[in-house]
């Protein structure tokens, strides 16, 4: 689930100590000795202007499109769990350190940084475990990047889970995985199975004489189970709703002990960061953007594609390099809903040249969430386009929160009237400010996805709503005339 509150980061550089010039012959005091300067400080890096492509070596995901074997035996080959052992006897702080310097953010739509949250879980032993949980209810539409590592590549999972265990001192990981996801359910299963026969998860995982155990809980089809509390409730045989917050789950999370919830895509590439080096992971995107990311593309495309590419790579690119272009040429582009169906869209003159990444993306009033990118030609009914949208979020919301609970009805009823235009233009601000009611007011993030594809098309497609509200009294004005001229 599509979250979008962020926590910016500082970086600070630190100058040496001043060098004192000395002479090396002796010489009489001069009368007004110079005063010592400080060196001029080294110029600082070119900052990065250009964003992908690429390339294959640089890679993490190696079987995305099941070209390979996904067995235990096809991963060691590709890469996976090599050096693992290593990397876990490094330590818990060691892993922590190089998941922050990696510039790793959530790849769930949240964005928090990594090392970050997972360094909330250290603290003195009070004699309750400590839980991994691993956010795998991918039920955000458009968004399709996490089925395929469970289905292609099920180890980079289950090695980024013990790694990820490890440094917060977790015993266990509870992989909860959307009910629909049958055969991905499966093959992480089968994938747990084998890591387990070779001694590589269990009792003294690895050899390292760390004890950890993996599970796999299906859940029901309910998006709500996507934001991580309702998630944890379901984990616990109950409704899935979500907690008020504090206490935050690494306080208070699964059982009531310490817990970290973390998606699919953050875990998986935990393990290639660690070997490889946190600057190596980090030399790709922008400050505060940092890495690959797994990007989902659909909608009017000529080839929809899941796709791994560097972050900040521009827009316009990423879809004419993978997806083959719009349908119909880029000029045929109407609009982007660029990370899933809870941000706002973006018109075409901003798609022109915006980047992929977490800041370029609220810089337009969007968001980058699950990187789901979801394009709409010329040919797109925009207006009926986010009246399903809010007919989905009415339907998906749990009822818990009386501004979501009542407003997404609302926004649905409003919303499928605007679709024929059966409205006053006065209901567009109505509207708009309905949906700044349900916005920040609900315990969690749901109320704000409902409400901001709402805010998108009025910001960008008003003329639009406005001209089939005229339509239509238009219509109805000539109907009730000749109905009139009759009698």
Not at 61 to 74: A, E, I, Q, S, V
Not at 226 to 252: C, M, N, Y
Not at 324 to 337: K, Q, T
């Amino acid at each position: 689930m599509a979250l979008t509150k962020r926590l910016p980061l500082a970086t600070f550089l630190q100058l040496s100590s001043r060098h004192l010039a000395t002479q090396t012959t002796p010489t009489p005091p001069a009368a007004n000795p110079p005063k010592a300067q400080a060196p001029t400080p080294p110029p600082a890096p070119p900052q990065k202007t250009k964003f992908g492509p690429l390339k294959d070596e640089d890679r993490i995901f190696t079987n995305l499109y099941g070209r390979h074997d996904w067995h235990l035996k096809g991963a060691i080959a590709r890469g996976d769990w090599h050096k693992t052992k290593e990397i876990v006897l490094k330590g818990s702080p060691w892993i922590i350190d190089e998941i922050k310097k990696s510039g790793l953010r959530g790849r769930g739509g949240a964005g928090f940084p990594s090392g970050l949250k997972w360094s909330f879980m250290i603290r003195p032993p009070d004699g309750r475990p400590k839980y991994l949980v691993i956010n795998a209810d991918e039920g955000e539409p458009g968004t399709c990047k996490d089925r395929e590592i469970m289905r292609h590549d099920p180890h980079k999972l289950i090695e980024g889970c013990l790694i990820a265990g490890h440094a917060m001192g977790a015993r266990a990981a509870y992989i909860y995985i959307r009910g629909e996801f049958y055969n991905e359910g499966s093959n992480v299963q089968t994938a747990i199975h084998e890591a387990y026969k070779a001694g590589l998860i269990g009792k003294n995982a690895c050899g390292t004489g760390y004890d950890f155990d993996i599970f796999v809980h299906r859940g029901a089809g309910a998006y709500i189970c996507g934001e991580e509390t309702a998630l944890i409730e379901s984990l616990e045989g109950k409704q899935g709703k979500p907690r008020l917050k504090p206490p935050f789950p690494a306080d208070i999370g699964l059982f009531g002990c310490p817990t970290t919830v973390t998606n699919v895509e953050t875990v998986a590439v935990a393990p290639e960061i660690c070997r490889r080096g946190a600057d190596w992971f980090a030399s790709f995107g922008r400050e505060r953007n940092r890495g690959t990311k797994l990007f989902c593309i659909s909608g009017h495309v000529n080839k929809p594609v899941t796709v791994e590419e560097e972050m900040s790579v521009p827009l316009k690119e990423l879809i004419e390099r993978h997806a083959g272009g719009v349908r119909g040429g880029w000029d045929n582009l109407l609009a982007i809903i660029p990370g899933g169906s809870s941000v706002p869209l973006i018109p075409k003159k901003i798609c022109d040249d915006v980047l992929m990444d977490f800041d370029a993306l609220v810089a337009v009033q969007s968001g980058l969430g699950t990187a789901a990118v979801i394009v709409m030609d010329k040919s797109t009914d925009v207006v009926k386009a986010i009246a399903r949208l809010s007919d989905f979020y009415q339907h998906e919301s749990c009822g818990q929160c009386t501004p979501c609970r009542e407003g997404t009805g609302w926004l649905a009823k409003m919303m499928n009237r605007f679709v024929t235009g059966n409205a006053r233009p006065a209901e567009i601000d109505m509207i708009w400010e309905l949906s700044k009611q349900i916005e920040g007011h609900t315990i969690c993030a749901l109320g704000d996805a409902a409400a901001w594809p709402v805010q998108g098309l009025i910001r960008h497609f008003r003329p639009e709503m406005e001209r089939r509200m005229a339509e239509y009294a238009a219509k109805n004005s000539d109907a009730k005339t000749i109905s009139t001229s009759a009698h």
